[in-house]
């Protein structure tokens, strides 16, 4: 009993001098409009600072001259309280910042703005539990990662509430927002023999499902909605499914599975009969980290770092641990951090 009262005094004591492990947030770019629990803001420009008012304006200014295709709303909601709460608690906040940049530009068309809500954003409490080196931690995964309907009420019973508390305290203070970015104009590019556009659906590391905002998603999507309703659709779709080469390499396969399984599953719910596709499971996407090596890195050791990933001799997982060591870790770190978000995908062939 005296050790949960200590764990839970230095919880707090962490939150109130800003010691907590910081929060992942869902985007690393665009802004962030950060809420009180159970607040949306009468305007959520009583939120926003200068300097992010400046970022919005910047943000409709390209999408007005044709430089980005969208504005994306996205708003989250903490675990906490009821679903159908939480729910309207997000539209609401989505429906401020819509005000807000109404403000900015008020004939903004409905067309260039893409809003998505998520009722309960349980991901950033599962990054934030496997950094932490607590001794609740595997008890506490084993709840956040199931999907049973009382997870709440669970984690709050778990060593005497003093695991919820520190969510409270050092996590979902940053779950409830909104966060604003744009949608790139198509990059798409087109296969010279076929004349059809080579897609991919990217993946937030360790997730499965599609993300319909995650890096340059809405563009690809957008793309592949067009493909499929026009006058020539595809006979059939091939998936190639990928995981970044990070972690065991039969999580990697799991991953790469259920990811190609969410890109046909969306398809079908995009009108495509499911016998029209094939599922090519790839695992690890070595071969595109060597291909963005060769093509974007330009640190002093690129030429050792090709040297690695290209030694047969290496499987998987000693080929990821020469890699790690280079630099004090550093190199390894920048590969992770530039280039394997693009990895983590699902390659669609028309």
Request: one cysteine or more.
């Amino acid at each position: 009993m005296i050790r949960k009262s200590l764990i839970k005094f230095w919880a707090i004591l962490a939150a109130t001098l800003g010691l907590g492990l910081f929060c992942e947030s869902a985007s690393a770019s665009g802004v962030s409009i950060i809420y009180k629990v159970g607040k949306t803001g009468t305007s959520a420009g009583d939120l926003v600072s200068a300097a992010d008012r400046s970022a919005l304006e910047g943000m409709v200014a390209s999408v007005k001259n044709g430089e980005a295709s969208k504005i994306c709303i996205r708003s989250y909601s903490s675990p906490e309280g009821s679903y159908n709460w939480n729910q309207r608690l997000a539209e609401r906040r989505s429906q401020s910042t819509l005000n807000l940049l109404k403000e900015i530009w008020p004939e903004l068309p409905d067309s260039l703005v893409a809003i998505d809500n998520v009722a309960e954003d349980w991901a950033p409490a599962i990054a934030y539990v496997r950094r932490s080196s607590q001794p609740w931690k595997d008890e506490a995964l084993q709840i956040l990662q199931s999907n049973i309907p009382d997870k709440e009420e669970k984690l709050q019973d778990l060593w005497g509430g003093v695991v919820w508390d520190e969510l409270l305290w050092n996590c979902f203070t940053r779950v409830r927002r909104t966060v604003v970015s744009t949608a790139p104009k198509s990059n798409i590019q087109f296969s010279e023999s076929s004349g059809k556009p080579e897609l991919s659906v990217k993946f937030a590391v360790g997730s499965t499902q599609v993300d319909k905002f995650c890096l340059d998603n809405p563009v690809q999507i957008e793309a592949l909605t067009a493909a499929i309703n026009s006058n020539a659709p595809p006979d059939v779709i091939y998936l190639d499914a990928f995981a970044s080469p990070e972690g065991r390499v039969s999580w990697n396969k799991v991953l790469a599975g259920r990811r190609a399984e969410s890109v046909k599953n969306l398809l079908v719910e995009l009108g495509v009969p499911s016998d029209r596709i094939t599922v090519r499971t790839r695992e690890e996407n070595w071969d595109g980290l060597r291909e963005v090596v060769e093509s974007g890195y330009s640190g002093a050791d690129k030429q050792e770092v090709l040297d690695i990933l290209a030694d047969s001799s290496l499987d998987a997982a000693a080929r990821e641990e020469k890699l790690q060591s280079l630099n004090g870790g550093r190199t390894w770190a920048g590969l992770v951090s530039e280039w394997m978000g693009n990895l983590r995908c699902v390659k669609i062939s028309l």
